[in-house]
């Protein structure tokens, strides 16, 4: 995969279920691409595919239709608001469940196709800290922890953290504190975090994105299927969006000619290779 134009790979995880992980992938493409870039949102949740129905979006083709090689990852890909584009996955489909390392390199390459015409690539991971998303999250460029004030989500951002550093040599992570009371519960969070991370994890940096407010309007528009920050943009969690995507915007741009996305590939079939 050849490409003049660098990609920015970021993933969105937590490890813990619950915690808005899909609503801060949704809603912070939405922001990046208020800010000009080209945005393609990837629901890499291969079991349990939500962003298509929290953005009421039905499609009737997914990435196990481009696995089966019934068509090209163009042709599932599907317009979203704010002018993002959405490739949704699979819901409740076993297939998607057990991809081997080299099923995930395959469904990864495909986006080779469409290199020249995004500038960010998206990653809602799925849940946990199984194959599926370190598979995704270690070949990502950049790595967006969400995580709330509460000791399981605490817990579970720690143990993907280890698991990402100890056998996958990632050092640096992205904090996102999720449905905080206050600004300054967000920054306890992450003092919390960093001070476990410092104590049995030396060399893992951390670096604080920020908090996205608990807040009703957020809950009005899940219900309505919107994303916050098109639906209320005045509210406080859109606002925090927005801010969000300014940080996230300013990551540093890839320095490989290639570009991202190629490595993004690269990683994941060096992946399959060795097992």
Do not use: W
């Not at 081997?100 to 469904?107: D, F, I, R, S, T």
Request: proline share 4%; aromatic share 6%; net charge negative.
């Amino acid at each position: 995969m050849s490409s003049n134009n660098p990609v920015q790979v970021i993933a969105v995880t937590g490890g813990k279920g619950g915690v808005g992980k899909t609503n801060v992938s949704v809603n912070l493409s939405l922001a990046l691409a208020d800010l000009g870039r080209r945005v393609v949102l990837l629901d890499a949740d291969l079991g349990l595919a939500n962003v298509d129905v929290l953005l009421g979006i039905s499609s009737k083709k997914n990435l196990s239709d481009v696995l089966d090689g019934h068509c090209s990852l163009m042709d599932i890909m599907v317009p979203g608001p704010g002018g993002i584009r959405i490739v949704p996955a699979s819901s409740g489909t076993q297939q998607m469940v057990s991809l081997g390392p080299l099923q995930h390199a395959g469904l990864i390459h495909a986006f080779s196709e469409i290199s020249q015409q995004l500038d960010i690539l998206v990653i809602d991971t799925a849940a946990g800290i199984g194959e599926t998303v370190v598979s995704f999250v270690k070949a990502a460029q950049e790595v967006v922890i969400v995580v709330t004030d509460e000791p399981t989500s605490i817990t579970d951002a720690y143990a993907l953290m280890k698991l990402l550093h100890t056998e996958n040599g990632i050092y640096r992570f992205q904090i996102l504190a999720s449905m905080t009371r206050s600004q300054q519960e967000g920054r306890n969070l992450f003092a919390k975090l960093t001070k476990v991370t410092e104590r049995f994890l030396e060399d893992v940096a951390l670096e604080y994105l920020g908090a996205i407010p608990h807040d009703e309007y957020l809950r009005k528009a899940v219900q309505r299927q919107r994303a916050v920050y098109e639906a209320y943009p005045r509210s406080k969690a859109a606002q925090a969006f927005k801010l969000l995507a300014q940080k996230v915007d300013a990551f540093p741009i890839p320095s490989s000619p290639r570009g991202h996305l190629e490595f993004f590939v690269e990683s994941l079939v060096e992946a399959g290779v060795g097992r």
